[in-house]
């Protein structure tokens, strides 16, 4: 079983929709939780960030996390065009400690029609 | 403004050569690392430093070599003994105490020709 799995998609939904993006994983000891957006040929920026169980609410952007289940979930409302994109999930241990790293889902592609 | 700097953008590379690629940051940040990028793949790790003058492997070293002589820069060189190298590039660093994610670059798309 991989650490992190994420559905490569893609993902088309018309625009004003909400998109719903989602992330297992297997390590328990995963505490940190991030999202990120990555745009063609562009590298990956931060969009969200978490810890331990929980909501995080950032304008159109809702991140979940369900450490019970090992589910993590983007929830983007009012999608938009700008918002194609390929949403990379990542996880780590112990953010700490210097040794830590940072696991990367292989990310979803999403496509917003308009 | 303070960022991750990768360059060239685009970088073409025959049989059998070496290449090497830039990576510069002006965050003061401890960690740098590198992945490589493929489609269906994620991001796999390269190589990673944590302190100027020390570096570990990743999970795909073979064939890639770097060195972490200036806190600001972290160097990847391509060499021949990399069988595969046509990929998408990403350098990324980290502050030392962030608990969250890292800072990346705009990546260099490497192809051989």
């Known amino acids: 079983q991989k650490e992190v799995e994420q559905d490569p998609g893609p993902l088309s939904v018309p625009e004003g929709a909400i998109v719903s993006l989602n992330c297992t994983y297997s390590?328990?000891?995963?505490?940190?939780f991030m999202w990120y957006r990555q745009y063609s040929r562009k590298g990956p920026e931060l969009l969200m960030y978490t810890y331990s169980s929980g909501n995080k609410e950032d304008g159109r952007f809702t991140a979940q996390v369900d450490k019970s289940s090992k589910y993590i979930s983007l929830f983007i409302r009012d999608s938009q065009p700008s918002d194609s994109a390929t949403y990379l999930c990542a996880m780590s241990a112990r953010g700490m400690n210097r040794d830590d790293k940072i696991i990367f889902g292989k990310g979803t592609r999403l496509h917003i029609l308009p | 403004d303070g960022g991750i700097t990768q360059s060239p953008k685009y970088l073409f590379r025959k049989e059998g050569q070496n290449v090497t690629l830039s990576c510069e940051q002006n965050?003061?940040?401890?960690?740098m690392y590198w992945y490589r990028q493929d489609p269906g793949q994620g991001l796999r790790l390269i190589y990673y430093s944590q302190i100027v003058n020390d570096f570990q492997k990743g999970d795909i070293a073979e064939g890639y070599s770097v060195s972490r002589e200036k806190k600001e820069s972290f160097p990847l060189t391509v060499t021949s003994a990399q069988k595969n190298p046509t990929a998408f590039y990403l350098c990324?660093?980290?502050?030392?105490?962030?608990?969250?994610?890292?800072?990346f670059g705009s990546g260099t798309r490497l192809t051989v020709v």
């Open positions: 390590n328990s000891a995963f505490q940190y």
């Open positions: 965050l003061n940040h401890d960690a």
């Open positions: 990324a660093s980290r502050e030392g105490r962030s608990n969250y994610g890292y800072t």
